[in-house]
């Protein structure tokens, strides 16, 4: 499985889960000193490995240089950020800001917002909201009236059931009811009794009906007067005219509550009460009042991004302050160290602290001879310590600013000096000032090293450093020339074709930014990469000579 990630000097690179046993890569080399080296080996089989241990170191050097960020990247990659940063807020502030207020005025704008527009649609006179109360509840045609008509209307079935004329009605049921009873009556009576006998029952009876008729049919005719009187329209107190008056009543106390016309009604009431909170909405939703809500919404958002802001620059001006501290510290001591002194006591002393840190032995022989006879051909020496991988093999120095000296001359000088001082690897430092013209910053012929050094210039002791660091791998290399260490000298020596390569690239670089000042910023870039993978290859030739140190016995 691959898996993208990001290297820090190449940009995106993909990691391999599980790497596959065999990747077939065909290439095709174009740089001279690659080809130069590859024909140093027979072809087949030997160039073949001696290539891919030259792609494995190149690959292995690459994984260790990611992440590594020199003091000059830090603070250019800081300034960049900060930019960046103060950038993005102050857009993200504007958008917030425009954004916010467009949405709030987009739903609550008194003139245009959607919330007063639906709250004026709702609640206006023939609106939404009146329009279906009238549907429901309205004097004429609404749902309520329709459903009042059809059970007590003109044409209700109760009416229909009550009207006199109705032959189904219920005044013509109970007078057929009521004729029938007396018929059959009639008839029995007329059966069981005779009207020929004056003693007979009927007889009796009609007497008895005779002198009762009068009252009775007066009882009969009031009842079924106060059962019609009941369900009469005509007066004011009967059982239906107080049904229908409690009707009317409840239809006219509901349209007075839900009528706009009256203040005291309970749509009016409701209609002042959204009356309000639209305008405590609006009060507290607009820009115009410094205590509304938004307002002082907007006064706390301006103050965190203008905290936020303070903050930002607080931090960039103290990463610059901090960063321009270092600088002038380091060349006040640098300048409190070299001012006034030799170029060869200037070579002497860089090379004492880095012997020392490294744990080897400088020692400055100048002025004293060697083993060819009345010489003092060779500055200094370094004696790799005990504890390296290399213990007691000699590194000469040889340390000139004088403009008679060029590359020919100098190559004579270092051989002499190597020889003199029993070295095993020489360098010649050119200084910056009196150097040749053309002069590579650093340069290796066989076993003999030729550095451009300027002792003003800070950025130049990386290339310095390099080229003692590349004289401690060549005297490992010629040690362990005859073991089977093969693959941390495949380390050394890709590590050494890398800081030529690149110390050839760093000269360039700074060569482009002296001269072209419309390409400064992105050649100053490459500059510090340069310098940046020079110190690179510098760890890994110590992690590649404290590997060697581990299998190296102690001479005696």
Not at 13 to 25: A, I, K, Q
Not at 143 to 156: C, K, M, Q, W, Y
Not at 489 to 512: F, G, P, T
Not at 526 to 542: A, T
Request: charged residues 30%.
């Amino acid at each position: 499985m691959i898996l993208p990630t990001e290297d820090c000097l190449n940009g995106p690179v993909l990691t391999v889960s599980e790497p596959p046993t065999v990747l077939y890569l065909p290439l095709q080399v174009t740089d001279t000193d690659s080809i130069a080296e590859l024909l140093l080996h027979t072809e087949g089989r030997g160039r073949d490995e001696y290539a891919l241990s030259a792609l494995r170191i190149g690959l292995l050097s690459l994984k260790h240089a990611r992440g590594q960020v020199d003091a000059d990247a830090v603070r250019r990659e800081g300034e960049k950020l900060l930019a960046e940063l103060n950038h993005s807020l102050e857009g993200y502030r504007k958008q917030l800001h425009e954004q916010l207020a467009g949405a709030l005025r987009e739903y609550f704008d008194p003139n245009s917002g959607r919330l007063p527009e639906r709250i004026e649609r709702l609640i206006k006179k023939d609106g939404e909201l009146d329009q279906v109360l009238r549907g429901q509840i309205g004097s004429e045609g609404s749902e309520l009236v329709r459903t009042l008509a059809s059970f007590i209307g003109p044409n209700s079935v109760l009416m229909k059931t009550l009207d006199p004329a109705d032959s189904q009605g219920l005044v013509s049921t109970l007078q057929r009811s009521v004729e029938g009873v007396l018929e059959t009556q009639r008839n029995l009576v007329l059966e069981e009794f005779s009207l020929d006998s004056k003693d007979s029952a009927l007889s009796r009876m009609i007497r008895e009906i005779t002198e009762q008729s009068g009252k009775l049919r007066g009882d009969l005719a009031s009842e079924v007067q106060a059962v019609v009187g009941e369900f009469s329209l005509d007066k004011p107190d009967s059982a239906l005219s107080r049904l229908l008056n409690k009707v009317e009543e409840a239809q006219r106390r509901i349209t007075e509550e839900f009528s706009l016309d009256n203040e005291k009604s309970a749509l009016s009431r409701m209609s002042g009460h959204l009356e309000q909170t639209r305008n405590a909405i609006n009060e507290s939703l607009t820009l115009d009042k410094p205590e509304s809500a938004l307002a002082r919404l907007r006064r706390e958002i301006t103050d965190t991004l203008e905290r936020h802001e303070h903050q930002a620059k607080k931090f960039q001006n103290e990463v610059t302050a901090t960063l321009e501290a270092i600088k002038t510290k380091r060349e006040e001591a640098r300048r409190s160290t070299v001012h006034g002194r030799e170029f060869e006591d200037m070579v002497f002393e860089f090379i004492q602290r880095g012997a020392q840190r490294l744990g080897d032995m400088p020692l400055a022989t100048g002025d004293t001879t060697g083993a060819i006879k009345y010489c003092k051909v060779g500055d200094a020496i370094i004696e790799m310590g005990s504890e390296s991988a290399a213990p007691g093999q000699r590194i000469v120095i040889e340390a000139k600013e004088d403009a008679s000296y060029n590359l020919g001359k100098a190559r004579i000088e270092i051989e002499t000096a190597r020889k003199n001082r029993g070295a095993s690897v020489g360098v010649f430092v050119f200084s910056k000032k009196s150097a040749p013209i053309g002069q590579e910053p650093l340069l290796r012929h066989g076993d003999d090293l030729f550095v451009t050094w300027d002792a003003d210039d800070l950025n130049s002791d990386v290339i310095f450093q390099a080229g003692i660091s590349l004289a401690r791998a060549l005297c490992v290399r010629q040690q362990r020339s005859h073991q089977a260490e093969s693959a941390n000298l495949h380390d050394l020596d890709a590590a050494i074709l890398a800081i030529e390569a690149e110390a050839k690239r760093l000269a360039q670089m700074k060569s482009w930014t002296e001269t072209i000042h419309s390409n400064s910023e992105r050649l100053m870039r490459e500059v510090s990469k340069m310098q940046k993978s020079l110190e690179e290859q510098v760890e890994v030739l110590r992690n590649g000579v404290s590997g060697l140190r581990e299998t190296t016995p102690t001479n005696s």
